[in-house]
T-cell receptor, first 115, second 112 residues
């Protein structure tokens, strides 16, 4: 009954390869995100989609391309992987309630290691 | 620009009370939230303050002062399982769109 699920949990790959991470939420939320967490645990927003429409692109290299086929899915494709892409990538979804309260619900993360 | 500052590490004794502070600089501020993240896990939502004052949820309370651009998370009756990283996060519309931006996190170690 996972609310936000992402796959795979671990991804080990060589520099230069292309890889994808998939994310699905069953909460009925309109907004989905990708966050990157580096080795120092800094959580940085990468992209945000609202109802399949790209809202935020935080100066992420264009090797990263998000795709949202419907509002329940937000996938992340990464081309030409570099060593610096090694991090944990979290998908999240949210809905704004009441006093503009926005709760983010995170997936379990994908640990990407580029060798 | 936008910035959030919180202490990098805090150590406290089981059963005690600990306060984790957060100061922020942003524009178009909507609210301050707190998330907990255990090692190897995902961040989970703890609380949200849109208005000044204290919000209490069980052993956890969160405070906001909009005029001081300051908030804190208060954890009471500390338990070993509270050892985790705690992130403050602001919801704002800096940059022309609404988003949630996280602080650098405070690693809390609870010792016996």
């Amino acid at each position: 009954d996972t609310a936000v699920s992402q796959t795979p949990k671990y991804l080990v790959t060589q520099m230069g390869n292309d890889k994808s991470i998939k994310c699905e939420q069953n909460l009925g939320h309109d907004t989905m995100y990708w966050y990157k967490q580096d080795s120092k645990k800094f959580l940085k927003i990468m992209f945000s989609y609202n109802n399949k429409e790209l809202i935020i692109n935080e100066t992420v290299p264009n090797r990263f391309s998000p795709k949202s086929p419907d509002k329940a899915h937000l996938n992340l494709h990464i081309n030409s992987l570099e060593l610096g892409d090694s991090a944990v990538y979290f998908c999240a979804s949210s809905q704004v309630e009441g006093l503009m309260i926005e709760k983010l619900f995170f997936g379990s993360g994908t640990q990407l290691s580029v060798l | 620009g936008q910035s959030l500052e919180q202490p990098s590490e805090v150590t406290a004794v089981e059963g005690a009370i600990v306060q984790i502070n957060c100061t922020y600089q942003t524009s178009g501020f909507y609210g301050l939230s707190w998330y907990q993240q255990h090692d190897g896990g995902a961040p989970t939502f703890l609380s949200y303050n849109a208005l000044d004052g204290l919000e209490e949820t069980g052993r956890f309370s969160s405070f906001l002062s909009r005029s001081d651009s300051y908030g804190y998370l208060l954890l009471q009756e500390l338990q070993m399982k509270d050892s985790a990283s705690y992130f403050c996060a602001v919801r704002d519309n800096s940059g022309g769109y609404q988003k949630v931006t996280f602080g650098t996190g405070t690693k809390l170690q609870v010792i016996p």
